[in-house]
Every structure is written in structure tokens, then in C-alpha cells.
């Protein structure tokens, strides 16, 4: 029977899981907003982008699920005894202390393994990119037109005495109008 893991140690594993579980809750709700507003898109040209920003969001998902997975087993006892055993076969020839492949023990358990690292680094750098990319389209979506009157915005006239006699009040000459579909 193996001793328990330290507080610090089951902290460290929940926390690292939390933040996984952040990230893709994130991530999905950015992708199901995005669908959301796809029919708002028809006339902008940029949905190259847009494709490139789903597609790290669902990298940093399914990195994010690796990761988890990753976390899982690392607790789980079976795999910590399959470890053991096979460190055991490995190192009956080898005679230098220095070169034998060491126990894990609760006290080394560690968040930090490489392929958690690896799968959370994607992760968030995944996450990172697509959150910048998506506050980068947003923007460019404010300030250019749509391309579904070629860029150019349609001027309205007033169509009858009161509208003009509104708009005189208004102290207002031109309505400017961008048209969408």
C-alpha cells in the first residue's frame, strides 16, 4: 500500500485541472457564440481568419483534454504500480544506482510530467493565439466596410416633407447607411 499524496500535492493536481477545464469551457463557448453569429458575416471577406481562429480554439480543446487525461493517469495506482514493475525489469541488470530508473512515490507525483506540460503549454498558446486573432477580427470588422455593397456607403435621402423637416430640426443633412445582408 503506498502512502498518500500530500495537501500541496492533490492542490496542485485539482488547480491544474480547473484551469484545463477553464480553458475548454472558454473555448467552447467562443466557437458556439461564433457559429451563432455566422449569418451576421455574409458580407465580409475575411473568413479565412475566422476559420484559422476556430480551428486553434478546437486545438486548445482537445490539448486541453489530452492534458486531463494525462493528469488522470498520473494518479490512477495502476499505472503507478505498471511503472514500478517495469522500472523493476529495467533496472535488475543494471549495477550503477546512478543509472536505474527510480520509484514513483506519492511524494514525486507532479503536475509537471512532460507530457502534461507539453499538452497544457499547447494548450493555452493555442488559446492565447486564437484569443488575440478574435479580438483582431472583431476590430477589423468594426472598421471596414461590408463587401456586400463593394465597400461604398449608401446615402439616404428623405423621402417625404416630415422626414426632411426632422431631419432640418435635427440640424442632421445626410443619413449615412451601411447596407448588410
Given amino acids: 500500500m503506498m502512502p498518500e499524496m500530500q495537501e500541496h500535492q492533490k492542490k496542485a493536481f485539482d488547480f491544474a485541472a480547473d484551469l484545463i477545464k477553464q480553458i475548454i ?8 457564440l461564433g457559429i451563432g453569429g455566422m449569418d451576421k458575416l455574409n458580407g465580409y471577406d475575411n473568413r479565412g481568419t475566422l476559420k484559422l481562429i476556430f480551428i486553434l480554439y478546437v486545438v486548445a480543446i482537445i490539448f486541453g483534454i489530452f492534458a486531463l487525461m494525462n493528469l488522470t493517469g498520473a494518479l490512477d495506482i495502476r499505472t503507478i504500480n505498471t511503472f514500478n514493475e ?14 536505474k530508473i527510480p520509484h514513483v512515490v506519492p511524494e514525486t507525483l507532479s503536475i509537471y510530467s512532460r507530457v502534461v506540460r507539453w499538452c497544457s503549454v499547447i494548450q493555452v498558446l493555442s ?21 456586400a455593397n463593394d465597400g461604398k456607403m449608401v446615402v439616404l435621402q428623405s423621402l417625404n416633407a416630415r ?16 447596407i448588410a445582408k
Fill in 25 to 32: 469551457t472558454l473555448s467552447v463557448a467562443v466557437i458556439t
Fill in 86 to 99: 517495469n522500472a523493476d525489469k529495467r533496472n535488475s541488470g543494471i549495477s550503477d544506482p546512478r543509472k
Fill in 127 to 147: 488559446f492565447g493565439a486564437a484569443i488575440i486573432m478574435t479580438c483582431s477580427f472583431a476590430f477589423s470588422m468594426l472598421d471596414s466596410p461590408s463587401k
Fill in 163 to 178: 422626414d426632411s423637416a426632422l431631419m432640418k430640426q435635427m440640424k442632421i443633412d445626410t443619413i449615412y447607411y451601411r
